[in-house]
């Protein structure tokens, strides 16, 4: 079918990726559009679908992620078109898209929703591991039985989570910032948490309500490609459910964390030998310290650039992502954000005419609402797709529609360490300077709430534990209303605050 692309009249809408951003937005499509093909470009068999969808409030949002079949989708959707291909060459200016079948794809409208590929610290160490997706979680469990001990570099949703499931194994923890979850907590919500890693795991699980669904059916073939390029959707907050996180050793925890410090040099085995540097045991508590050479010899040795060196059985790296926008580059002349994702404005369009993105793959360049910032998180991936959809259905009609109400408040709930967390507006006091104050309350094992204000207005809060206060701090944060009046009576466990604001 090779040859010139005919012209555009002929396109049908067309979205690029299996994830949340493109499935959203290809169902959406299908919604608003049920007389016309639509067609989804996935380079993976299984696609991820949003259910068991809760609006908890006026901006959070709960749901699920589910591994499926494309040919699910298709049955639900009976307009949507899955094509099981990688894409070769984007032409913007012909409208058309190449995939790697052969085939190409006129299009009147296009969405990029390509995701983004965990960065590596190193890439083509087969004692590093990146985990992105469900296929490199199995990938990891898998090397895990053989281990004693492991090193985590990163401190983000992934890494949070890990340190917290692995057991049975040392895991040296290194992060570059003072406190663990940086991208998720300050300090005093990482310590109220850094205590339960402390504290022993209790032996019965909490029957988690995510259900899990893998791909073992169509293992075989997903990992013949997987091994060719790293393609796969992104992990969700219960990732780890169903994976049995055990290393070989016979205890529950034993936590080590190196922070302040990145990664500075791997050296395997025989480099290290060569090198006739020593490495360290694994500090056994906080009293000893006595630094001791490791007798043990270990696979992989790191060096860290606080200069210590740790012998392990792998490394896992948990350093964020980089949005995937290579596939599309060439021969485009797109605007490309400090982040390295394809620049949309308000209405989720690229800098190239008919071409929308959305999801991981694309960096946020319209002039946020104040409380708003884009993180790379699946609630934001699910709005921006459904959003993007949205614009493309009005566009096409030549219409316009108004900024969706998901973007005037940034609004995340997630779990970590079997504690509910929910994160509002900025609240970590992002781009506020020094000009804000924080009020905090903390029960220990329980509950840390911590509000973000400035000129006594709520910009931002942290509820993590079952707190009840999630409804009223969004409309606090929303309505901008003058707390002044209440001081620090507004975190004070006597008085009932929903009653003061409904």
């Not at 040099?265 to 490791?294: A, C, G, M, N, W």
Request: hydrophobic share 35%; glycine share 8%; net charge negative.
């Amino acid at each position: 079918m090779e040859g010139p692309c005919s012209p555009p009249t002929a396109g049908k809408f067309v979205v690029v990726g299996g994830g949340i951003a493109g499935v959203t937005c290809a169902e959406q499509l299908a919604i608003n559009f049920p007389s016309e093909d639509i067609l989804l470009i996935t380079a993976s068999p299984v696609i991820k679908a949003v259910t068991n969808f809760k609006q908890v409030s006026k901006v959070l949002e709960e749901f699920d992620v589910e591994e499926q079949p494309s040919t699910m989708l298709e049955n639900r959707f009976p307009n949507i078109k899955v094509i099981e291909s990688g894409v070769k060459q984007l032409k913007s200016k012909e409208h058309c898209i190449l995939t790697e079948d052969g085939n190409q794809h006129i299009y009147k409208k296009l969405c990029l929703c390509a995701g983004a590929k965990p960065k590596l610290i190193c890439e083509g160490n087969p004692y590093v591991l990146g985990i992105r997706d469900t296929d490199s979680a199995q990938e990891f469990q898998k090397q895990l039985t053989k281990a004693k001990r492991i090193m985590i570099i990163g401190n983000g949703g992934i890494a949070l989570e890990l340190v917290y499931e692995i057991e049975g194994c040392e895991v040296i923890w290194v992060i570059k910032d003072k406190a663990i979850g940086n991208t998720f907590f300050d300090a005093g919500a990482a310590e109220f948490l850094t205590s339960k890693l402390i504290d022993e795991k209790p032996e019965a699980k909490i029957a988690q309500k995510r259900t899990r669904y893998t791909t073992e059916g169509w293992k075989k073939e997903v990992q013949a490609r997987a091994n060719a390029g790293n393609i796969g959707s992104a992990l969700g907050p219960d990732w780890h459910e169903g994976l049995d996180l055990k290393g070989t050793k016979e205890f529950s925890h034993k936590i080590h964390i190196e922070t302040m410090c990145e990664v500075k040099k791997i050296y395997l085995q025989e480099e290290f030998r060569i090198s006739e540097k020593k490495s360290l045991t694994f500090p056994r508590d906080h009293h000893d310290q006595s630094v001791t050479t490791d007798k043990e010899i270990w696979p992989v040795y790191v060096e860290l650039t606080n200069e210590k060196i740790y012998g392990c059985d792998f490394i896992v790296s948990a350093t964020g992502v980089t949005p995937n926008i290579e596939p599309f580059l060439c021969g485009n002349n797109f605007d490309v954000g400090e982040d390295g994702g394809l620049k949309v404005d308000d209405h989720m369009h690229t800098s190239l005419p008919d071409i929308y993105a959305a999801g991981d793959i694309c960096t946020a360049s319209w002039h946020p609402s104040p409380v708003w910032q884009q993180m790379r998180l699946w609630t934001q991936a699910r709005q921006m797709g459904w959003y993007a959809a949205k614009c493309m259905a009005t566009a096409s009609v030549g219409e316009s529609i108004d900024m969706d109400f998901s973007f005037e408040l940034f609004a995340h709930v997630t779990k970590f360490f079997n504690y509910k967390v929910v994160l509002l507006g900025k609240y970590n006091a992002q781009g506020l300077g020094s000009n804000h104050e924080l009020l905090l309350r903390c029960t220990k094992g329980q509950e840390y709430i911590k509000a973000v204000l400035q000129n006594g207005r709520m910009m931002g809060a942290v509820l993590i534990g079952e707190t009840d206060l999630e409804e009223t701090f969004e409309n606090l944060i929303l309505n901008q209303m003058n707390l002044s009046a209440y001081g620090e009576d507004l975190l004070d466990p006597n008085i009932d605050i929903e009653d003061y604001f409904d």
